[in-house]
């Protein structure tokens, strides 16, 4: 063997062992002097992408295509072609991810089945809105790798199929399918490193889809601990996001936080494209947290996605601009048709914004559709359908119809190890309480706040707050003399037409203490503004 070959089979033994910058050093030197080799060049591609170079990776693979074709097999150059197409369409690319899908359905014309087909067929199914269409691809994908008999292709295929099972509403079906890859993954049978790891990927995400928190957890540790051993950056930040989506839907907000940060950290160094859902799910805890300043900042350069779309429409509704959070949910449902998950919480926001517009008949409508997605089986769907349909009635004036959805609600979210859910379907279930029995209500909301505020939900403490201060107010005559010392001191500087943020400094208290004062306050005098409990006490005065 010459010197170059040398170079060349050094450079794909690196590659096998995950050592990228020795492989990319070693092929890049077989390859700078005579004939391109298509081997060699899919090689310095996957060294590239796994070192965080993607327009490097791309440049290469597109050198293997025509040294694929310059060999003679189209299957290989299929197989370069759809590599190039999904790169470019997760950078948002999409002219010239269908150009290079096409290039590969060309070349295949008139070409006996070969696992390119499989893996034209597998980005059509990425490419494929979620539901039927989405798993024809995919199963197709895997009968041809199965008859062709190539194990890289059919371990991928499965993974994606159950993964679109999932997301179209059959949780059970799809791990299955999920698991079944995973098994052959873990056994060794599949080759190559990019493949194994967007496999993985495809199972924890199908996790967080299905609300399978505890399984999800599990392999997302297995994919962050592969991802560090082979030094895969894009891989690190994709994990740490869907880790991160576990760890705020389970109530871990601070580990959550600090998930999301370092994904978007390693996103920016590797593909900043893959950081939008990251920065919609901070964002998301931002609205949360009331640091609304924070997650419109996360928020500008944010994808046309149902989740980034998601997140906006709550960060709307906080600033009180409901109307807009609507427009923004239904733009984001059109991009979900199909995806069973991701539009049961659409649907869910939805509900919310609609009442805060005051359009009952929509949020009404809203709760109905989310109800019919909620027979597929989902746990989830089901959870949110209940706390959609108890707000609705809250909001009609049917407390008594409120009362069981709350329930069935509160049940679902605490067996899926939900806190902040379970905490807002405990205070509607307190709202739904408090005409018959005021203290049954006050004490579910006395809970939910204790979550809320260890958590650091501000906008749902000052919820439950409210609800428990109207609560006593029905106890106490609606005048001053329901108002606590410290109260009557807020007020008489709310009087003066001090802020909160002066109202803390005067009082030596914090800005978000004097807020729940002041909230109490409107509650207890039983008026709708600052300047309406100002002239309650100039009245009390005269």
């Known amino acids: 063997m010459d010197a170059r070959g ?3 089979a050094d450079g794909l033994r690196a590659l096998q062992e995950a050592r990228w910058a020795e492989a990319r050093e070693r092929l890049e030197a077989a390859l700078a002097d005579g004939p391109p080799v298509a081997a060699g060049l899919d090689g310095l591609a996957q060294a590239l992408w796994f070192l965080g170079d993607g327009p490097g990776a791309i440049a290469a693979r597109a050198r293997a ?36 899908l096409a290039r ?164 920016a160094h590797a593909i900043p494209e893959l950081g939008d859902p990251a920065a919609a799910l901070l964002a998301e805890l931002r609205v949360r947290q009331g640091r609304l300043t924070e997650a419109a900042a996360l928020l500008a350069d944010r994808a046309e996605t149902p989740s980034s779309l998601r997140a906006l429409a709550m960060l709307r509704l906080a600033q ?42 929509a949020a009404a409508d809203a709760a109905h559709r989310l109800g019919e997605a909620a027979t597929d089986g989902l746990r989830l769907t089901a959870a949110l359908s209940g706390l959609a349909s108890a707000r609705v009635a809250h909001a009609a004036g049917r407390p008594d119809d409120a009362a069981e959805p709350s329930r ?44 809320f505020d260890g958590l650091g939900a501000t906008a749902s403490r000052a919820a439950a707050e409210r609800l428990l201060a109207s609560l006593a107010a029905v106890r106490a005559p609606r005048g001053l003399g329901a108002l606590t010392d410290r109260e009557r001191e807020v007020l008489d500087l709310v009087a003066r037409g001090l802020t909160n943020a002066r109202i803390a400094q005067a009082l030596v208290i914090t800005e978000k203490t004097a807020g729940h004062h002041v909230s109490n306050i409107l509650a207890k005098l039983g008026v709708r503004n600052r300047t309406e409990a100002a002239a309650r006490l100039v009245a009390s005065r005269s």
């Open 104 to 267: 590969a359905e060309t070349v295949l014309d008139g070409v006996p089945e070969c696992p390119g087909s499989g893996w034209v067929a597998v980005e059509r199914a990425r490419r494929a809105p979620v539901g039927v269409e989405q798993a024809r691809c995919a199963r197709e994908a895997v009968a041809i790798a199965r008859r062709t008999r190539d194990t890289d292709l059919e371990v991928f295929a499965t993974s994606l199929l159950g993964r679109a099972e999932v997301a179209a509403g059959h949780p059970v079906r799809g791990m299955a399918l999920l698991e079944e890859a995973m098994v052959a993954a873990t056994s060794g049978r599949v080759r190559n490193t990019h493949t194994l790891g967007e496999a993985y990927c495809n199972l924890v995400m199908a996790c967080a889809d299905a609300g399978d928190w505890e399984r999800a957890t599990e392999w997302c540790e297995h994919v962050d601990a592969f991802a560090r051993t082979v030094g895969a950056a894009p891989l690190v930040g994709a994990c740490r996001a869907v880790h991160a989506d576990v760890l705020l839907t389970t109530g871990h907000w601070s580990e959550a936080e600090a998930a999301l940060e370092s994904a978007l950290d390693v996103h």
């Open 408 to 451: 069935r609600a509160l049940t679902e979210f605490l067996v899926l190890a939900m806190p902040l859910d379970a905490a807002s379907a405990r205070l509607e279930l307190a709202r739904a309480l408090a005409p018959s029995a005021r203290e049954a209500a006050a004490d579910e909301a006395r809970v939910a706040r204790s979550v």
């Open 65 to 100: 295509f025509d040294a694929h074709l310059d060999d003679g097999d189209p299957g290989g150059a299929a197989t370069s072609a759809v590599w190039i197409s999904h790169q470019h369409s997760v950078r948002g690319r999409r002219s010239a991810a269908s150009g290079w």
């Open 6 to 8: 040398v170079a060349l």
């Open 320 to 361: 009180d601009r409901a109307g807009e959070a609507v427009v923004l949910l239904e733009r984001g449902l059109r991009g979900s048709a199909g995806d069973t998950l991701r539009t049961s919480r659409l649907l869910a926001t939805l509900v919310d914004a609609e009442l805060a517009s005051g359009a009952l008949a």
